[in-house]
């Protein structure tokens, strides 16, 4: 990391400035929305709030893929590849447990399967590079 | 694909974060094609051609099939 041209710097800067405010908001938002809706009862309108949790993650979205927008080609590659990877293990993962619920495993709810992409993007993007890197 | 980019590099006596400067990618771009692990799209092959004052087909030999 630290052999960073500096266009890459100035991407992690302009990154970093894109990904924190909202995902700072998400990480408050998260906290602050359960206990309003524990207050709310069943109002229409608690639906929209529930879903209002999602809006900063879009910014965050956006954020991430105004970065890699930004990276030359090669990490463009390496984090398209990470993308089709980590969306196969995805798939094969759920379909494993889905049959194991079939024979009486406990349902998980949809929100793991979200939250199980990330770190397992990240592994492949790791596993990606560190074998580009490799003679 | 094999190449001569560090060849070329060499000659200009610079590091692959120098060069990955000039070029505007990461220095492991460089270390990739270097290697042959990785061929540069044809916009980039021509950008490396320019700057060493070369042909594509003098810097990247395309394999035998």
Redesign the interface.
Known sequence: MG??????KANKKKYLWEFWPPMIVYMVWVFIVPEILKVAGDGWWTVPLTLSQIIPLIFVARAMIRFIDR?????K?VYMKSAVVSLVVIIFVCMGYGFLEFRGYPTVPLFIIGTLVIPVYFVCAFVI?KK??G? | MENKLRELRKNKDWSQAELAEVLGVSRQTINTIENGKYDPSLPFAFKISKLFDQKIEDIFIPDEE
Do not use: H, N
């Open positions: 052999d960073l041209t500096t266009k890459e990276c030359d080609e090669l990490m590659f590079r580009l890197d003679k």
